[in-house]
């Protein structure tokens, strides 16, 4: 069983920066690719970025390239998200997800691909 608790969500100005954390349990984290997606009021989940298991390759969606970064630390269990420039439409719950099936690959962008996911927290940027 694999765990995922999110963290570091809160209130920003446009144009701030937070970081979240994703810390995970339950299994062999440096074996699967990690995730980040979001959740806006009215809309589906969307894909933000993703993060192969060696931490060498990520992959951004359209809406955050340039802005965020995805990175992890295998040494200790934990995925975290660089958001820059954020913007009032960022605005959203982010949640982490594990995908233990294919981790080598960049381009999986779909939430049935992953099988573990986080609780989510919720970020607001105000204008």
């Known amino acids: 069983q694999v765990q995922l608790v999110a963290s570091g969500g809160g209130l920003v100005q446009a144009g701030g920066s937070l970081r979240l954390s994703c810390a995970v349990s339950?299994?062999?984290?440096?074996?699967?690719?990690m995730a980040w997606f979001r959740q806006a009021p009215g809309k589906e989940r969307e894909f933000v970025a993703r993060?192969?298991?060696?931490?060498?390759?990520?992959v951004y969606s359209d809406a955050v390239k340039g802005r965020f970064t995805i990175s992890r630390h295998n040494a200790e269990d934990t995925v975290y998200l660089q958001m820059k420039s954020l913007k009032p439409e960022d605005t959203a719950v982010y949640s982490c997800a594990a995908d233990t099936v294919v981790p080598f690959l960049l381009s999986r962008r779909e939430r049935v691909q992953y099988d573990y996911w986080g609780q989510g927290t919720q970020v607001t940027v105000s204008s």
């Open positions: 993060i192969t298991w060696s931490g060498g390759n990520t």
């Open positions: 339950g299994r062999t984290f440096s074996s699967y690719a």
